[in-house]
């Protein structure tokens, strides 16, 4: 099923440059990881400390977007500059929970916004990366698929933030945006959780 995360293969081909360059100054995968986490810690830091300004969430967009440039610039720099590891990959994975949940919990704190599909979306986000994960156990590969993969829920909870950033009212619209996330979030888990199954058993394992 068609996702963003679909489109990454260009969107890598672009940072390539940025990440050689990275590489000869001697910048580490590892760093990008974190740098990439505490970046989100910080945008979601601005939200909660002014809920009610519209400032924090018009930079929460462009936060997004630096955080999945770091995100695929630390994977180009593991695999093409020989920067794997086992701390990498354990960083790599809490790193993304940390910083969804660091960048998307503080929306819940904007006035006339209700706690609960955020908070929901962000747990199912848990799930959907932990069942990705999950397929590696099995002896599958790490499972990405849609329909609500990490790019899909940064792009709707960016769409949120923007919009209400320009001076949309919140109201049912973001409920139902969210709502509607979070059953695809669901269907998401199932889909990962049959394709890595199926994976297994088609390698024997």
Not at 58 to 80: K, S, Y
Not at 134 to 143: C, H, P
Not at 152 to 160: E, I, P, S, T, W
Request: charged share 15%; with cysteine; aromatic share 6%.
């Amino acid at each position: 099923m068609a996702t963003i995360y679909d489109l990454k293969p260009r969107f890598q081909a672009l940072l390539r440059p940025v990440c050689g360059a990275l590489a000869r100054a001697g910048v580490t995968a590892n760093q990008v990881t974190v740098a990439a986490a505490l970046l989100s810690v910080a945008g979601g830091g601005a939200i909660l400390w002014r809920p009610e300004a519209r400032w924090p969430l018009l930079l929460l967009p462009a936060v997004l977007f630096l955080r999945m440039a770091l995100n695929a610039i630390d994977g180009m720099l593991a695999r093409e500059h020989d920067m794997k590891s086992p701390l990498g990959a354990v960083l790599n994975e809490l790193g993304d929970v940390i910083a969804d949940a660091a960048l998307y919990l503080p929306l819940a704190a904007v006035p006339g916004v209700a706690a609960w599909p955020v908070v929901g979306l962000v747990m199912a986000g848990i799930l959907v990366e932990m069942t990705g994960v999950v397929g590696l156990q099995i002896g599958a590969s790490r499972r990405y698929d849609g329909p609500v993969g990490k790019s899909d829920r940064a792009f709707v909870f960016g769409l949120v933030a923007f919009l209400l950033g320009i001076g949309i009212g919140a109201g049912a619209w973001i409920d139902v945006l969210l709502g509607l996330a979070l059953a695809l979030s669901g269907f998401t888990v199932v889909n990962r959780a049959g394709k890595a199954l199926a994976e297994a058993e088609g390698s024997g394992q």
